[in-house]
Structure formats: C-alpha cells, structure tokens
C-alpha cells in the first residue's frame, strides 16, 4: 500500500499526474519496487484513452529522485542477477520514452543517477533555479557508472562533451548549468514550475506541442567540429588520457563508461547501446572497487545521522566562535567557520599575525570567486564574519573557541586558563594539537568537561577530517557539540581517544618512520614516493608528504613518537641528520625534493643523499617490499591501536579516518578492509620476516599475532 501511495497517479482531465513521494522517506528513491509500480502506472496511462500528456513531479521538498536505490547496487554479487535487475529498469525506462505521449519532467531539488536517467527519458524537462536543484549522474564515485541508459540517452541530449564531463567525473549541475547545456529546456523560479509544467501539458493537449526526441545540435563552430566524425576520437582520446591521469587506472568505472559511450555515441539502436551499457556496467558493479566505495558512502550517510555519543545528548548551538592563533591552521579554522555562517573572533599576539590570517581567508575566497564559484557579495559578507582581536574582547559572548597556537603544553595550559577566565563557565574550549595530551591540556582548565580536542588537518578547507578528541573528563554535551560543529562547517568528524597522535597521526607517522628506514636502505626518494602514488594509489609519496608537513615539525613528533610509545618506534639516523642540514621541507623550499618560490615541487634534491651521510641509491629494494613494510607498519600500529588501546572502537572508523585523513585510496577501502584482503596470517608472516633485519619496529604486534592464528579479520 505504501508504495502505491507514494508513487501515485493523479489525474488533472486529460493530463496524468505521476507524484512522487515515498512514504516514511526523506527521499525519493528508485528501488525495484517502486519501478515496478511505475511500470503499472506508466501501463495504465499507456492503456487509457483519457490521457494527452504527462508530469512526473516530486512533492517531497527538496528532492526529485536521489537515485537508485544504493543498497541494492550493494548486494549485486553476480553479472547475471545484475543483468536482470537492468533489463527490468530498462524496459520501465523504455516504456516512458515510447509512450505514445508526451512527457514532462518537472524537476525541484536533486534529481541525481537513476532519477536523472528517468528525466532523460522524457520529452520535455524543466527544473526550478533553486539552489538546492542539482541534475546529473554521480554513479561514477560509487564505483558504477549510469546503467539505466543514462550513458546512452545523455550524449544525445547534451551532445558528446558536456555528457563525458558529467558521466567521467560524477558531476551533477545546477538549474542555470542544465539550461545552458541543454539538459533542460527551462529553469524558473520553484514557485513556478508545476505551473509552467501543466501549461506546457495544455499545450500539447491543444496540439501545440507534441513528442519530440531532443537531439543535440551543435551551436558554435567547436562544438561542430568536436561532434563531427573527425572531431570525436579526438574528444575520446582527450578524455581517456585526462581520466588515466587522473585515476592512474585505479578506478575502472570511469573508464568503463568512456568505452560505451564511444561505442555507442551516434549508433541508430537503443538495444544495441543499452546492451551495451549493461554489459559494462555488470563488469564493474561487481569489483571490490565499487563495493568499497559504496562503503564509504554509506559510512558517510551514518555519520550525518550520529551525534558522536551514545544515549540521548544534544549538541550545544554554537553561534559565536573564537579562535586562538592566527597562523596556518587558525586562519584556516576561522575562513572555514566563516565560510559557513559562523561569526568568528580570531585572537592573536600581534596585528601583522592577524592580518596574515585575514588573509589567508581572503585568499581561499578570492580563489574561489575567480573560478566563479562565489560572488563579490558573499565574498564580502563571509569576511565581515571575521573579526580579530588582541584581547579578549567580546570573549563573554562566545559559545566554542579552538585554541591553533604554538605547539607546547605549559604555554598552552596557560593561555587556556586565561581564555577561560575571560569566558562564560560553559564555553567549550577545544585544542587543535596534533600531539599533545588532551588530558594533560585540560587540567589548565577550570572546567575540564568543557575541554577537549578539534583536530583540524592542513590544508583546513581542503581535508575533510576532524578528530574529536575525548579527554579524561570531557563530558558527552561537549563532545557532541563539536561533533556537530563539525559537520556544519562540512567535515567529516571521527570520535577518538586522547592518546599519542590520537588516531590518523599515530598511524601516519611509522609510515614516515619506515619510508626514512627504506631510504637508509639504499631506495631513491622519487621511486619511493612513485611506488605509493602510481603502485598503491596514495595522493602523495612518504617523502612529498613529510615535506608537506615540514621536516622539523616531523623529526620532532618521531622523537615525541619513540618517547610515548616506546622502542617500537625507532628514530632513524637520517631523522637525526635532517634537522641539522637546514631542510624544512616545502616551507623553505628545501626539503627531500626542491620547490620555486611559488612552492611549486622541482624535483628530488639530488645532493640530499650525500648530505645525509648515504651512499648513492641503488634501489636494491624491491617495490612490493617498499610498500609493504610502509604499510604493514600502519596495519601493526592499527592493530594495537584499535583492539588493545581502543583510540576508537570499530575498524570502520579507522578506514573512514584513514581516507579522510590521509587520503588512503578510497576504492582500496581503507587501511583495515586493505588487510581484510591480504589476511592477518600472511601480514604476520611478512613482518615477521622483515623483522629479522630490522627488528622490534617491523615485529607484529600481539593482536597482529593473535588475529594470524587463525587468519581472523579486523571487520569480522
Ligand atoms: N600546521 C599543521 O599542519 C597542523 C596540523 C594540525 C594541527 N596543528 C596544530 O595547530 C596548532 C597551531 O599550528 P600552526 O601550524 O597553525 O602554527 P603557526 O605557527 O602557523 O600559528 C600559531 C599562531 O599562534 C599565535 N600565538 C602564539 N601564542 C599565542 C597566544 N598566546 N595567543 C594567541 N595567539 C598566539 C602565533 O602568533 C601564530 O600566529 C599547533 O598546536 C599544531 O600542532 C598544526
């Protein structure tokens, strides 16, 4: 019953009204049930004589259709039972195009893969300029591509390069997008468009319009020479060489949706393309790829649905923000705030301080409006959310300040008392420490409940994570309200124990630790750091990542590292040496590899060898052992880290971090479904003998050791 009430007919005379909206979901979504029930609504307009035309409208809100439903995607194990779930969507999409009377899609919110594929095949489609209207074809993020003709019936409309941008990259466009490339015929005001869309429903019941197959036509001389048979293997080989670079041929999808659209673009037969697209489409929604990505998608939607706690607590509102240090991390924490509506107070010690964090903001803004993407007017209003202060002025208002200042505790402890004094007694105060004790910090504050960590990453607009991180004390409203916060200004927030580097750094930094060892090895940097970009899918090298981070700043938490956690981890000799040469990595231009002024990567710095006491490279090494013993250490330093010190409490929330954090490729899973896939015992047996040279830093752990015995699972 539900889902006839939620995918209804209502007839409007001669004009059939397909309404849609899922009973008990926020969502439309096109599940196999529901185009079954479409199917016997689109037959009972076929069969009756009544009706002239039809509109397919949504009533939930902000929404057309999301999509197909993803957790049936998910289930697909074989090519076969995919196939059938894709011949039935296509005879349902079929019917529509070929129904013998016109169809008009009204389009208010996202209207995104198989939603976008259904409005595809109508024959005419509006959407409201609203800026929650987003059309397009995301398959591709999931590992998939379009497979209810989508790949097939797009080009056609929006002609070979507008649909290769959408279907390669998973882009979706907004209404004033749609009606520029043609996807739409109109976009208007939302107030307008049911209006608008049952007045072109008259008209073809007054014969003025009538079922039309929109084609694409080219408009200027490029498009017309792009489209022509010339023009189009070029477009083709453009595209594959932009996505090879791009995914270095991890992903298979795009790739995928590239080959049918070349095979098909142009073809004179539905059937032939759409078998087409089928078949591509069954190859890929199998691969582990496309199973992990829905994963993290999934992980993604659970966490939008968390509050950081378990039991009834309630976020905090944060209104009025502050935040202490304006340098790299707090200019950014206060551009993000900003950027999402949050009135910011930035605290430093010096006027040139602040003006370096304004415009750190400004910078990220001006970017952004020269790429279009913001205009001059937002620009200005984001920017007047920022204030700066020497003071504590205006501190009596504020609900939650994160303290981004220099990186030593007693200075911290005290600066954090002062801060509280000058504050309400239920301001929150959150640290962005990389690697202090959180628990340690909070005795500076005379309300530890109110005390906990925001870790932020660098660049802080550009990483999506945020450690939450639980003192001792820190009370479960705390902990949800930067939960929250977190997800307000966008982020991606995981929940973790205080301890050592809490989560992402603690496992980062043995990484780095080995990557020095495989150095003092006789590896060459630029091979190293090729193995983990071109051979593992890393978004950067070992190397290219400490001279990211800075050299000093490195050495210096390897060292903190070996003292809070023992001989497991072991400073290696080049640590030693890096900080006496003068390299600080990208900062100064100077690091494993070379920059310009405009911090551009030259190339390896060739003479780094001899001023770090080694030899030449001669890369006796071979690569599955680089990328092993870099990344089996993290595995190792995971196992303890999840299972005995319980920083967080599933391995989910290790890969989420680890993605997030790092960007470890996504389409591998995560740090922990990656070991999931090698096995414990065979991870064991590899470190143990990388250990035999190397020592305690490559021994397994004991939970390692203990999970070996009997080849058990992180995610069991
Ligand atoms: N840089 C990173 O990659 C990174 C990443 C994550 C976390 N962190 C952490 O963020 C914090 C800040 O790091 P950063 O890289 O932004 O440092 P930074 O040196 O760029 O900035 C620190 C700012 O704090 C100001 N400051 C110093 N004492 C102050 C005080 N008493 N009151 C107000 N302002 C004061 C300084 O003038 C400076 O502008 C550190 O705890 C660091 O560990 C850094």
């Not at 080009?155 to 749609?178: N, W």
């Not at 008209?203 to 929109?214: F, Q």
């Not at 408009?219 to 489209?227: A, G, L, P, Y």
Request: aromatic share 6%; net charge positive; glycine share 8%.
């Amino acid at each position: 019953m539900s889902i006839q009430e939620g995918v209804r007919l209502v007839s409007q005379g001669p004009i059939a009204v397909v309404e849609l909206d899922l009973v008990g979901e926020k969502v439309n979504k096109l599940s196999t049930p529901v185009l079954m029930r479409f199917k016997e609504l689109l037959g009972q307009i076929a069969q009756s004589s009544t009706y002239k035309a039809v509109v397919i409208i949504s009533r939930k809100p902000k929404n057309f259709v999301a999509g197909a439903d993803i957790e049936e995607i998910k289930r697909i194990t074989s090519k076969e039972e995919c196939r059938k779930i894709l011949e039935a969507a296509h005879s349902i999409f079929n019917a529509l195009e070929d129904l013998p009377i016109p169809t008009i899609a009204a389009i208010n919110g996202a209207c995104l893969g198989g939603g976008c594929e259904l409005v595809l095949a109508c024959d005419y489609r509006i959407c409201s300029d609203a800026k929650e209207t987003k059309i397009g074809l995301p398959e591709t993020k999931l590992g998939i591509f379009p497979g209810f003709g989508g790949t097939i019936r797009l080009p056609r409309i929006v002609g070979l390069q507008a649909a290769l941008d959408i279907i390669l990259a998973g882009k979706s466009v907004d209404g004033r997008k749609a009606l520029k490339i043609g996807l739409v015929d109109e976009s208007l005001p939302a107030q307008m468009l049911e209006t608008r869309a049952m007045s072109i429903a008259q008209e073809v019941v007054a014969g003025k319009k009538g079922k039309r197959k929109k084609r694409f036509k080219a408009r200027s001389t490029v498009e017309k020479i792009m489209d022509s048979p010339l023009g189009r293997p070029l477009v083709f080989h453009q595209a594959r060489k932009m996505l090879l670079g791009q995914t270095k041929g991890f992903y298979p999808a795009p790739v995928k949706a590239l080959e049918v659209v070349q095979k098909t673009y142009g073809s004179s037969s539905r059937a032939k393309s759409l078998d087409i697209e089928m078949a591509g489409f069954c190859e890929v929604a199998v691969t582990p790829v496309s199973k992990h990505l829905i994963d993290l998608f999934f992980m993604m939607e659970a966490i939008k649905k968390q509050t950081g706690v378990t039991g009834d607590v309630k976020a905090k509102p944060v209104s009025h923000m502050a935040v202490l240090g304006a340098g790299t991390m707090g200019g950014g924490i206060a551009q993000l705030a900003a950027d999402n509506n949050i009135d910011v107070r930035m605290k430093d010690i010096s006027n040139e301080a602040l003006a370096l964090g304004y415009k750190a903001a400004s910078d990220i803004w001006s970017k952004e409006l020269s790429r279009k993407k913001l205009t001059k007017y937002d620009m200005d209003r984001k920017m007047s959310l920022i204030s700066g202060t020497l003071d504590f002025s205006g501190f009596g208002q504020i609900d939650l300040v994160v303290e981004a200042i220099v990186e030593d505790m007693e200075i911290k402890k005290k600066v954090i008392a002062e801060t509280a004094k000058n504050c309400r007694p239920d301001t929150i105060i959150a640290t962005n420490t990389s690697s202090l004790s959180v628990s340690e910090m909070s005795k500076g504050h005379p309300h530890p409940e109110n005390f906990l960590g925001m870790h932020f990453f660098n660049p802080v607009h550009r990483m999506p994570l945020v450690e939450v991180i639980r003192g001792e004390k820190t009370s479960d409203e705390a902990t949800a309200t930067v939960f929250e916060l977190s997800k307000r200004m966008g982020k991606t927030p995981v929940v973790v124990k205080d301890g050592p580097g809490f989560l992402v750094n603690r496992l980062l930094m043995p990484y780095m630790i080995e990557a020095m060892f495989l150095l003092e090895d006789g590896m060459e940097i630029g091979t190293v750091d090729r193995y983990f970009t071109h051979k593992f899918g890393m978004p950067m090298g070992p190397f290219r990542l400490m001279d990211e981070v800075g050299l000093d700043v490195c050495v210096k938490v390897v060292k903190i590292f070996h003292k809070a956690l023992g001989d497991r981890i072991q400073v290696p000799a080049v640590a030693e040496k890096l900080t006496t040469i003068g390299r600080l990595g990208k900062k100064n231009g100077r690091g494993f590899y070379l920059y310009d002024e405009r911090g551009k990567e030259l190339s390896v710095d060739k003479g780094i060898y001899k001023e770090l006491g080694l030899n030449s490279p001669t890369n006796k090494l071979s690569e599955k052992e680089c990328i092993e013993r870099c990344v089996f250490v993290m595995i190792n330093e995971a196992s303890l880290a999840l299972i005995e010190d319980h920083i967080v409490d599933r391995p989910h929330e290790v890969d989420l971090a680890m993605i997030m954090g790092t960007g470890f490729p996504p389409f591998r899973g995560g740090l922990l479904k990656y070991a999931d896939s090698l096995g414990s015992k065979y991870i064991a047996s590899e470190l143990e003998v990388y250990a035999t040279q190397a020592g305690l830093r490559l021994k397994p752990t004991q939970p390692l050791v203990n999970m070996a015995k009997t080849d058990r699972k992180f995610y069991s």
